[in-house]
């Protein structure tokens, strides 16, 4: 639905409050009046770029968590739980690992007023400037959207305490952002080589499972392929990997990524979510359809991979759907990493022992590159460099 359609079905209170937030001349006991005046007003660009120029980061972050998604309704829950993650507050981290609470810098008690009254006074004003609780932000995040024209609720008995986003909204929204985005941007010509991957991740899928079903393939008892026959399986690739090294612990990017590569650690999971291999045991074997698929029988698509790779991330990066969008969109030309960081980064929050940057890097450009979607190069001082390819054109029409 559009936003002509959602203003028709909201009531009174919401229309007035909309009319207000954009400054709209008109009689509020008009509910006809009301409606036309917000479609000549909050429509117009500039008036969206005002909104947008003015949000902060947690707001632009719970808005880029909304744009590009295909569902139609969230319920209150959920966009408090959108809203409690982009909040940068210490107490919405939930994703943050526990560490030593930082010294809290206090004002110096002034001389000779070290009396109980005194410090009763110093903490009632503590308290009165103690930022509000979490869920109080993000519900006055999710208020200031719909009194944007952001959101809005659900018109029959199933969906009213649920919220939608206007169709078109979402469009101009994304375009007022684009362009925000796009100027910042850093492109240059075509490097004079780069490595594009194309199909490579879908290939070396047909080619793990044909070593499984050409040799015994022995797991430890935690269920992990030995090191040796790991390294030998790599070779194997079309793309070659390291060995993680033991720096960190290595979680949250998939069942088996603690003791593989990232790369081979997304296709391994893939074949065994689509029932190709079965760790039996202290045995690592193909089913009958891994057979099938090993002797081609069953093409691997890279929309399939990209979808797969978009529901594992989606745990540890919440918005690696919106991240992976923009950063189609914006690399549409051969454009530095580093300008491109500096746009998305302001989006993205760390994860546990990964940074901001390493999870940008490591897990979106990276991984981008692994599935065919982006071409990676340099320019002849080193500047990285990536561009959107055929399969990354593809992959943003992909409903997920």
């Not at 007022?176 to 290939?203: A, T």
């Not at 530095?336 to 990964?354: F, H």
Request: proline residues 5%; charged residues 25%.
């Amino acid at each position: 639905m559009n936003l002509a359609d959602m203003l028709t079905y909201a009531d009174i209170e919401q229309l007035t409050r909309i009319a207000e937030t954009y400054g709209c001349e008109t009689s509020s006991h008009s509910k006809h009046e009301l409606i036309q005046s917000i479609l000549s007003t909050a429509q117009r660009r500039d008036a969206i770029a005002q909104r947008v120029d003015g949000m902060s980061e947690e707001d632009l972050r719970l808005l880029n968590s909304l744009l590009f998604e295909p569902r139609e309704l969230y319920s209150l829950e959920d966009l408090t739980a959108r809203a409690l993650w982009t909040a940068s507050d210490t107490n919405a981290r939930a994703s943050v690992p526990a560490a030593e609470p930082a010294a809290v810098k206090t004002a110096p008690a002034p001389k000779g007023r070290a009396s109980k009254s005194g410090s009763g006074r110093r903490k009632g004003k503590a308290a009165s400037e103690a930022p509000p609780e979490p869920d109080h932000s993000a519900r006055q995040a999710i208020a200031r959207f719909k009194r944007f024209g952001w959101l809005f609720n659900g018109f029959t008995q199933h969906t009213r305490y649920m919220f939608q986003v206007p169709e078109d909204v979402k469009s101009r929204l994304a375009d007022v952002l684009d362009e925000r985005f796009r100027n910042r941007l850093d492109v240059r010509e075509e490097p004079g080589v780069y490595r594009d991957e194309r199909n490579l991740l879908c290939e070396d899928a047909v080619l793990f499972l044909r070593y499984v079903r050409d040799h015994d393939i022995l797991l430890t008892s935690e269920g992990y392929l030995y090191k040796r026959q790991l390294g030998q399986l790599l070779e194997s690739l079309s793309v070659t990997e390291a060995l993680p090294g033991k720096t960190a612990w290595r979680f949250g990017y998939g069942r088996r990524f603690r003791e593989y590569p990232e790369r081979f650690s997304l296709l391994y999971d893939f074949c065994c979510q689509e029932n190709w291999v079965r760790e039996s045991g202290e045995r690592l074997e193909l089913t009958e359809a891994g057979q099938l698929a090993a002797g081609g029988g069953r093409p691997i698509e890279p929309a399939e991979m990209y979808r797969f790779w978009l529901r594992s991330y989606r745990g540890p990066i919440p918005n690696v759907l919106p991240l992976a969008q923009w950063t189609m969109r914006l690399a549409a030309d051969w454009t530095t990493t580093a300008s491109l960081a500096s746009v998305l980064l302001p989006l993205v929050r760390p994860y546990y022992y990964d940074t901001a940057e390493d999870v940008l890097h490591l897990r979106i450009l990276k991984m981008m590159m692994h599935l065919g979607l982006l071409r990676w190069g340099e320019t002849n001082d080193g500047v990285p460099l990536v561009r959107l390819t055929p399969i990354g054109k593809s992959a943003m029409k992909e409903k997920v």
